[in-house]
């Protein structure tokens, strides 16, 4: 596993070689940050084996874009939506097959434009019901709070973000939705654009007094595909915590983001 993921760290130096270093490290330290001025598409990939008492499989592809918008000299209002789709295996019952589209949440974070020390936004989140699949929606409208704040020195990247959600409209047939979310990062990123760095994704619902943690540490390197500048980044993932009969034995994360920059 160790030669593994050194074999994928020296891949990461050779695809930003050819891209100029500049370049690759300032894309690299705007992509750690959660609310830069930068248009992404995103496509995080994230397969899970072992989950529960059936040994489960699930594959979740988030679809999740960034779209800055300038309000004024002084303030951006970032938007970000992430939409899951899922595929999952013997997690309802054994032999079952769930796949479709997961509920989405859509944030959108207004951030001063000149924060030199820290860097920080906050704003509306909003749960979108739109699951195809009974399994896969809580069939709740949602909003809550969100807000993120970090800090960028010398190649590393530290911070965390936050949203709570409560349902306001929806199914009566389905259980209210007060969940939150806490999501603290780190990354380092070298000039040529090749980064390492982790996250913990800290899930909470308080109405069924369940949590869930995930680890995921990553490798990364920002390169161009002919004219198109992307990221590619990797890792295994962790499940440190899950309600009983949900927790994977282990799981990866594979990461292909297209960027787009002024």
């Known amino acids: 596993m160790k030669k593994f993921f050194l074999v ?29 001025s930068l248009i992404s598409v995103p496509f995080q990939n994230n397969t899970d084996y072992g989950i529960g008492q059936w040994q489960g499989t699930r594959n979740t592809l988030n679809f999740q874009p960034v ?10 209002m970032i938007t970000r939506v992430v939409l899951p789709i899922v595929t999952q295996y013997n997690i309802t019952a054994p032999g079952e ?37 009974d399994f896969l929606t809580t069939k709740k409208f949602g909003m809550g709070p969100t807000a993120v704040a970090l800090k960028q020195t010398n190649g590393w990247t530290i911070g965390g973000l936050v949203n709570q959600l409560w349902s306001v409209a929806g199914s009566e047939d389905r259980p209210d939705v007060s969940q939150m979310l806490v999501q603290p990062f780190v990354n380092y990123n070298w000039k040529s654009g090749a980064g390492i760095g982790a996250n913990m994704e800290w899930t909470q619902n308080w109405k069924a007094s369940t949590t869930t943690v995930w680890f995921n540490p990553t490798i990364s390197a920002v390169t161009s595909l002919g004219k198109q500048k992307t990221q590619f980044v990797v890792g295994p993932r962790l499940n440190l915590a899950a309600p009983d009969g949900a927790k994977a034995d282990w799981g990866w994360r594979a990461v292909v983001i297209f960027l787009f920059p002024k």
Do not use: C, H, R
């Open 67 to 76: 779209l800055p918008i300038k309000i004024n000299d002084k303030i951006n």
């Open 97 to 133: 097959k769930q796949s479709g589209l997961g509920d989405a949440v859509m944030s959108a974070f207004f951030s001063p434009s000149n924060s030199e020390k820290l860097t920080w936004g906050v704003g509306p989140a909003f749960l979108l019901p739109v699951g195809t699949n």
């Open 8 to 36: 994928i760290l020296l891949s990461a130096y050779s695809l930003t070689a050819a891209f100029a270093q500049d370049d690759a490290a300032e894309l690299a330290k705007k992509l750690a940050n959660p609310i830069a």
